[in-house]
């Protein structure tokens, strides 16, 4: 397990998407646009009106549902990918967090699971967990996932954690980067989860 692990993170990824054009978006440093107001989103989905600062056409916006968007709160965090958003299975899965997102993460208040996408009638959770290790970056800006076994396409999957939200309001984008099973350890870019910290109400 841990010569895979090794495997895993070789820096073979980062050259490859960089060279790519995706830039720091695919290479997870993200931006927060702090402090910005901006209208609140619906329990805790992305907003009507939306910034990003990667005006790529490779740029992928990706669905999550947080259960409280107030900054400071205690906050679910599911950050979903659909079968859409995804053609291979994975063998190791990477959230790019940007540094001014200053919550600190743990990796035991993360986990990946097989989620149900909430609705009208009911709310977004984890169905079923999938067995996984969790590891977060000594600065905190990337979140990695090894699943016991590839997660084979289809089906919708996603990292919750349990965190408190950053002290700054503001768009903060997480990105989604995934290794497919294979000889060449190079990670993919999926997609972005665009995180609304929304300021005090009075």
Known sequence: MTSLLHRLRQPAALATLAASGLGAAALGTGLALAPLTAPASAQGTPGLMEFRWDNTKDYRRLYFFM????????????????PKDRKTAILKLTVGIPKTFDS???????????????????RT??????PAVVEVTGDGTAIEVFPNTPVPVGGTIGVYMSIF?????????????????????????????????????N
Do not use: H
């Open 125 to 130: 959770r984890c169905k079923q967990d999938i």
């Open 67 to 82: 259960s409280d968007t107030g900054r400071l709160a205690r906050s679910d965090y599911y950050l979903i990918l659909r």
């Open 104 to 122: 600190k993460i743990e990796a035991k208040q993360v986990k990946l699971c097989y989620m149900s996408e909430g609705g009208m009638l009911s």
């Open 165 to 201: 939200n950053p002290f700054n309001a503001g768009m903060y984008q997480f990105n989604a980067l995934a290794q497919a099973p294979g000889d060449v350890p190079i990670s993919g870019y999926l997609g972005s989860w665009l995180i609304q910290i929304d300021p005090p109400s």
